[in-house]
């Protein structure tokens, strides 16, 4: 027996030595995502690894000999805010001087461990440039409906860039960040391949957003809260909505952004530019309006993003007045679990262009709330008779596609995965003028 309980003790002491003395292998990229950093003929490429590694990217063009070129960046640690603290190494490496519509094999790493070989075509920088954008909001690592369709699509070059209207993973904090790692693996597939550009939504609120920030780069110096880009005939605005709702990270921050907007639509709307870049587009997370059957914000008369708010100190002023003075022209939304189509709205009341083409030069906002890409929260309900100002509604799990066609017409169409990649809904937006006075 007591050769019994020796061989047992041994075999147990080797066990937990095989599972405590193996370290998991961590120089390893992975998550691998691209952004456009808003200068031309340039891209970031961003990865993790679990240990300490240096920041390379090595590149060439489709077809020619792999990895002529090399890029070195930086790594940044980044710290869960969870009990554990757990340590993740976020790399990011610029890479510049770039062809425009030139196809580009990378890999990303360092001597210690290289990503798989992927590829991303370079922004072409005219005006005249026609992209297609796939876009959604709230997908998630569990549930991810639209996300094998949106592979496929991706990998064959139907879209030039992917919009992401936040939330993200369900939620990137949850299991020490693990579940943030695991979502980020998941979106590889589509974000390694076209620049990935988001912006923040409620589920990325803890600690103060940090995963978020951390894990994208967005251009400008607001760690991706809010930010604007040029592509083709578009200027494009993300922002934050949760500065309304998220006060405890400071009142500051909303006023500092509505300054932001406001300066920002300003010089969009300086005539040289409306003129080379006639379509202002916004997205953000938590619509002004919507017809769901929850508890939302935008449910109420009284959406914060739509009025603002006046229980602050100073009153928070909404968003809007400023969007309509300023002409934008389309608004993108989720967070609401449904594909929803506005008519073009302004204060509740619709503009349409003319009852046969509605949407031939309006004379309001057009907003589209596109938050079913999948994820576990499942889909959300309507209430039962829409109001006035919805045009289609849908509870299908997918996603919106855009087509910057020119400086005039915007196709934009609603995918169904439930009804396997089925074109549910289309729009084709038409404005012969630009600006506030297309109001007129
Ligand atoms: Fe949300």
Known sequence: NQEKMVA????????????????????????????????????????????????????????????TQSARGNCTTFVDGGSEKRKIYIHRVTLSELIPGFTYVYHCGSEAGWSDVLYFTALIESTSFSPKFALFGDMGNENPQSLARLQKETQVGMYDVILHIGDFAYDMHEDEGRIGDEFMKQIESIAAYVPYMTCPGNHEWAY??????????????????????????????????????????????????????KGDLEE????????ARPWIITMAHRPMYCSNNDHDDCTKFESYVRLGRNDT????????????????????WA?????????????????????EEPYMN????VHIIT????????????????????????????????????????YLEQ???????????????????????AWL
């Not at 007045?321 to 389309?330: A, I, K």
């Open 415 to 437: 995918v169904s995965d439930d009804q396997s990649g089925k074109v549910i809904d289309s729009l084709l937006l038409i404005k012969d003028v630009h600006g506030p006075e």
């Open 208 to 261: 103060n957003f940090s995963h978020y920030r951390s894990r994208f780069n967005m251009p400008g110096q607001t760690e991706g809260l809010w930010y604007s880009w040029n592509i083709g005939s578009a200027h494009i605005i993300s922002f934050s909505t949760e500065v309304y709702f998220y006060l405890e990270y400071g009142l500051d921050l909303l006023f500092r952004q509505y300054e932001w907007l």
């Open 313 to 332: 100190d100073p009153p928070a002023p909404g968003l809007e007045d400023l969007f309509y003075r300023q002409g934008v022209d389309l608004e993108f």
């Open 8 to 67: 047992l003790y041994v075999l147990l002491f080797g066990q937990i030595c095989v599972a405590s003395c193996v370290l998991p292998i961590g120089s390893q990229p992975e998550q691998v995502h691209l952004s456009y950093p808003g200068v031309k003929g340039s891209m970031v490429i961003t990865w993790t690894t679990l240990n300490a590694t240096e920041s390379i990217v090595e590149y060439g063009l489709w077809g020619g000999k792999l990895f």
């Open 371 to 410: 938050g079913s890409a999948g994820c576990r929260e499942k889909h959300d309900g309507f209430i039962p008779k829409p109001r006035e100002w919805s045009a289609f509604r849908s509870t299908d799990y997918g996603y919106t596609r855009m087509h910057l066609i020119n400086s005039t017409h915007i």
């Open 268 to 275: 969009a709307n300086k005539p040289e530019n409306r003129a």
């Open 335 to 355: 967070h609401e679990h449904t594909y929803e189509r506005l008519w073009p709205v302004y204060n509740y009341k619709v503009f349409n262009g003319s009852t």
């Open 362 to 365: 309006p004379r309001a906002p």
